[in-house]
């Protein structure tokens, strides 16, 4: 049995399914946060327990943070900031003239 990997199916239905597009397209920001977050713990080298010790919660409170499930406050994105050794910083960029 042949394993797919999880970015090759996604690049397939990105091409070929305009509904499946449409949908990740409208999470794409929210998909970009989670993924600055997790690339910051990495960086930091820090496991989410000790991200949850820094921030003085809990690591179910980080998993949650990181899978998506909640919007953090920008409070909660700057003491994150703060517990992985990075600077926050919010910035608003243009839309184009056709939507994107």
Do not use: V, W
């Not at 949850?52 to 899978?67: C, K, Q, V």
């Not at 909640?70 to 517990?83: F, G, H, I, N």
């Amino acid at each position: 049995m042949k394993t797919i990997r999880a970015d090759e199916i996604h690049a397939r239905e990105m091409a070929e399914d305009p509904e499946y597009r449409a949908a990740y397209e409208a999470l794409e920001e929210e998909f970009a946060l989670i993924t600055e977050m997790i690339k910051a713990r990495a960086r930091s080298q820090l496991s989410q327990a000790e991200i949850a010790s820094r921030m003085g919660t809990t690591e179910s409170a980080i998993s949650r943070l990181e899978s998506g499930r909640t919007k953090p406050s920008t409070r909660t994105l700057e003491r994150y900031a703060q517990a992985t050794g990075h600077k926050l910083r919010i910035h608003f960029e243009p839309i184009s003239k056709d939507g994107t």
